[in-house]
């Protein structure tokens, strides 16, 4: 076959495809470009940032772990218990929805309603105080069409 021949077997080749045709070599095409540059820089930005993620999540555990070592603190809650931790979460802009003291086993349970950044705000200001220890925290929703409720029991050590 001579070279006249091959170019006119691809010429008629040509003109013989039809749109859709057109279209599925075009993406054929795409498919294969992405794949041959798009795909490793996205490998590559997707390692790097999986790698600083997992820096900072380091960085931020050492952090917390400093903060709670020098946050040894000598403030004692005084007063009465179930009163003072209500108002602590009051003060906080949390709706207390119900309270309990269970003298026997001297913990304080509170169903809470608010903003979730204030409870946890109020919650970690409270950890402060050297005799009273957070037991459990629980997220509860009774109802879909109701705000979920937030649950917290606090064990409180009495003043001797």
Request: charged residues 15%.
């Amino acid at each position: 076959m001579n070279h006249q021949k091959i170019k006119w077997i691809i010429c008629q080749s040509i003109y013989q495809l039809t749109k859709i045709d057109l279209i599925i070599a075009f993406l054929c095409f795409f498919s294969v470009f992405s794949y041959l540059l798009v795909l490793p820089q996205y490998a590559q930005n997707l390692n790097t940032i999986t790698t600083e993620n997992a820096e900072l999540q380091r960085e931020v555990k050492r952090n917390i772990k400093q903060q709670d070592i020098q946050q040894v603190s000598n403030k004692t809650l005084t007063g009465t218990a179930l009163i003072e931790i209500a108002k602590s979460y009051q003060y906080a802009e949390v709706q207390v929805v119900d309270a309990k003291y269970d003298p026997q086993n001297q913990q304080v349970q509170l169903q809470l309603q608010g903003e979730i950044g204030n409870l946890i705000a109020s919650t970690n200001d409270l950890k402060q105080y050297q005799n009273i220890q957070l037991l459990s925290l629980s997220l509860v929703q009774d109802d879909l069409k109701k705000q979920p409720n937030l649950n917290v029991v606090w064990q409180v050590q009495e003043q001797t």
